[in-house]
């Protein structure tokens, strides 16, 4: 008799292919398919809350509602960065049901406080199991927290809820790069245990790079078939290159008559701060502005490093309302991405994808095996940087300051590409509809089978 196990790999590699194939041919959408998917998405972050995650979310779950799908997604109050600290306990948004935990905001400025706030999150929604299981539902799980995937691995346990999971994040292994935790620390070796498991139960799972791919299947090979790359996106119908002289964030702050590099987002334990700061170190007697948006972890070191050094090229502003993005995102002639050498093919920067729909050139500091190389080749929209290297980031920028014509010819390149390459919300939550519903199919068989 083939186990379970057997089954599910042998379903995702030989059945699942040929029907998939089947379908093709006939070439029948199945609506009636997409409209019975009752979907809850379990994610920590949600607007109000400006973590990109969220914002990301949000927009997939708009997406996939026009599609059809029964959406409800359970989240937190808001508590990474955000102007409000409160939000409805429900609400319904494009006939989205949403859901908002009482989690408490217990020192969301510092690594115990985020974890705390990510197992009382964790443990609510537990508690939201309950109502997901009455509907039926399949579960849409990300780690945000990066324990959350744990909830799917005990709702197919309890009640043989199908789940798909969101990697937006590898845990243990950034800890381990951080140098937070030991790789032999026992803590790690039940944590890869868990994620085994995990991995192991889930219908689905996205990852967002090809490198992170790796690194999973590094780690579980038995789950290779069952992975999809599905890339972060940004939408070019909200964001939309705006000239900086009509821009009014450009003119509140002072940024018109300035070549200005923009920094917009996360600045934490992931990213590379430090080779930005020596190219502003170079550049610092020249008329040019770097203008860090956002938060995280290394900011306030920014910040100090910044004073003691008596620079007066910088601008810091907070996290910015979603409807003030398009301005801020354009108020720039050159965008800033970095990867930190030692997370590389851990994290994956949304910023990216923005940045290419500003329409402004971008520069990205990454390591040398970086997929982002390979995407900004492609898109040919600015250029790459190795991690440390300030004085080639100085370089490319006085390039762009002294020839503006480039820096445009390569932001309308990186929009472009953003656009041929299917980086934009319809496309993107079609891909996730995809696995959805093939995780619905997969789970279907199997009970069919089992019933014989």
């Given at each position: 008799m083939m186990r379970l196990n057997e089954l599910n790999q042998w379903i995702n590699q030989q059945l699942l292919p040929s029907i998939s194939t089947e379908l093709d041919a006939r070439n029948k959408p199945s609506v009636k398919t997409q409209k019975s998917i009752k979907l809850s998405v379990l994610t920590q972050f949600f607007p109000p809350d400006y973590a990109a995650t969220g914002q990301l979310i949000e927009e997939l779950v708009k997406?996939?509602?026009?599609?059809?799908?029964?959406?409800?997604?359970?989240?937190?109050?808001?508590?990474?960065?955000?102007?409000?600290?409160?939000?409805?306990?429900?609400?319904?948004a494009d006939q989205i049901r949403i859901q908002r935990s009482r989690t408490a905001?217990?020192?969301?400025?510092?690594?115990?406080?985020?974890?705390?706030?990510?197992?009382?999150?964790?443990?609510?929604?537990?508690?939201?199991?309950?109502?997901?299981?009455?509907?039926?539902?399949?579960?849409?799980?990300?780690?945000?927290?990066?324990?959350?995937?744990?909830?799917?691995?005990?709702?197919?346990?309890?009640?043989?809820?199908p789940y798909v999971c969101v990697l937006y994040d590898l845990y243990p292994d950034i800890a381990i790069a951080l140098g937070v935790i030991s790789k032999r620390h026992w803590l790690v070796r039940l944590w890869r245990g868990i994620n085994k498991q995990v991995w192991l139960k889930a219908k689905g799972i996205i990852v967002l790079s090809p490198v992170m791919k790796q690194q999973v299947v590094a780690h579980c090979p038995e789950i290779a078939d069952k992975i999809s790359i599905i890339h972060s996106w940004a939408n070019p119908e909200a964001i939309v290159p705006i000239v900086k002289g009509e821009n009014w964030f450009a003119w509140k702050y002072n940024l018109v008559n300035k070549f200005s590099v923009l920094y917009s987002g996360n600045m934490g334990r992931c990213h590379d701060i430090d080779t930005m700061l020596e190219a502003?170190?170079?550049?610092?007697?020249?008329?040019?502005?770097?203008?860090?948006?956002?938060?995280?972890?290394?900011?306030?070191?920014?910040?100090?490093?910044?004073?003691?050094l008596g620079l007066n090229n910088f601008t810091f502003l907070p996290y910015q309302d979603q409807q003030v993005l398009p301005y801020s995102l354009t108020a720039c002639d050159l965008s800033l991405v970095s990867v930190d050498a030692t997370t590389e093919g851990l994290v994956v920067p949304s910023k990216f994808y923005s940045a290419l729909a500003s329409g402004r050139p971008i520069a990205v500091i990454c390591s040398q095996t970086s997929y982002l190389r390979e995407l900004m080749a492609e898109a040919n929209c600015g250029g790459t940087?190795?991690?440390?290297?300030?004085?080639?980031?100085?370089?490319?920028?006085?390039?762009?300051?002294?020839?503006?014509?480039?820096?445009?010819?390569?932001?309308?390149?990186?929009r472009q590409y953003l656009r041929s390459s299917h980086f934009t919300p319809k496309v993107i939550s079609q891909q996730y509809l995809d696995v959805l519903q093939q995780a619905l199919l997969s789970d279907q068989i199997i009970a069919d089978i089992k019933a014989i």
């Open positions: 997406q996939l509602g026009k599609q059809g799908v029964e959406v409800e997604v359970f989240t937190s109050q808001p508590g990474y960065a955000f102007s409000s600290h409160t939000a409805p306990a429900v609400e319904w905001q217990i020192w969301t400025g510092r690594i115990r406080g985020k974890a705390v706030n990510g197992v009382l999150y964790t443990l609510r929604a537990m508690l939201y199991l309950l109502r997901a299981w009455r509907r039926k539902n399949i579960l849409l799980i990300t780690t945000a927290p990066p324990f959350l995937p744990v909830i799917g691995y005990l709702a197919y346990l309890l009640f043989r809820l502003a170190k170079q550049l610092q007697d020249e008329p040019i502005q770097f203008v860090c948006i956002g938060g995280g972890a290394k900011r306030e070191d920014l910040i100090t490093e910044v004073n003691r940087f190795d991690n440390g290297d300030g004085q080639g980031l100085a370089q490319f920028i006085r390039f762009l300051n002294r020839d503006p014509q480039i820096g445009e010819q390569m932001g309308k390149a990186g």
